[in-house]
């Protein structure tokens, strides 16, 4: 069965520092991965995803993540932090055979100013 | 705006009772996804459905069931509601190719008192 790791409950940074938010999956096949985005009291947004290809993907806001097949890991990135980047941050994977998405526990990032 | 529409916002119930939480997808897409968000289970898929057909299901309990409609609007139904079943609820469409994300509604929060 799938499963998708994010280690981390909640990360902190400062503004302008770079981020890093963590995702590790488990998947038998070739994975589609993508990372979605959570303001309160609102639905998830999606983000960024990864196919095939190069395995830097680039996304919405300024959002980049790595995938990595040797370390079966996707984190998401970004080079300078936004307070207004403050939410919950969700990784999900969509194995081959299957259309629906399994989801990680999600990351609470936190900026501060 | 993710394009897909959830009714209600909110909804406050007693135990015991059944309600119906309405979904319209994004213009096009066939598929139709349920999600349920709580703080200890996180996300969990519950059902998928493909123009109108089930395609897919997940944790999804007995005393709960869903359809879509020709018009390819979606409704879950939860009954016998307990306590438990207090959660946010979201809906989520896509187009047919694997790579494409999902995209969710803002969520139906139901509270069961």
């Known amino acids: 069965a799938q499963s998708v790791a994010q280690p981390e409950d909640q990360v902190n940074v400062a503004e302008g520092n770079p981020l890093t938010v963590k995702c590790t999956y488990s998947?038998?096949?070739?994975?589609?991965l993508f990372w979605y985005v959570q303001y309160p009291n609102r639905g998830l947004q999606f983000l960024l995803k990864?196919?095939?290809?190069?395995?830097l993907v680039k996304g919405s806001y300024g959002f980049e993540a790595e995938f990595n097949k040797s370390q079966t890991s996707f984190h998401l990135k970004k080079p300078s932090a936004l307070v207004s980047d403050s939410a919950l941050y969700f990784c999900a994977v969509r194995p081959e055979g299957y259309s629906t998405l399994t989801f990680g526990k999600g990351t609470m990032l936190l900026v501060s100013p | 705006d993710s394009g897909v529409t959830q009714t209600p916002k909110h909804l406050i119930t007693a135990t015991g009772q059944r309600v119906t939480l309405r979904c319209s997808p994004r213009?096009?897409?066939?598929?139709v996804y349920w999600y349920q968000q709580s703080l200890d289970q996180g996300l969990q898929f519950l059902i998928q459905?493909?123009?109108?057909?089930?395609?897919a299901k997940g944790n999804i309990l007995e005393r709960f069931s869903a359809q879509q409609f020709p018009d390819l609007h979606s409704e879950l139904n939860l009954s016998s509601l307990e306590l438990g079943d207090s959660a946010l609820y979201f809906c989520?469409?896509?187009?047919?190719?694997?790579?494409?994300?999902?995209?969710f509604g803002n969520g139906t929060r139901l509270t069961v008192t």
């Open positions: 213009s096009g897409d066939l598929s």
């Open positions: 989520a469409s896509s187009g047919r190719d694997r790579g494409s994300p999902l995209h």
């Open positions: 459905y493909y123009n109108g057909e089930e395609r």
């Open positions: 998947v038998s096949g070739n994975p589609y």
């Open positions: 990864y196919i095939t290809g190069d395995n």
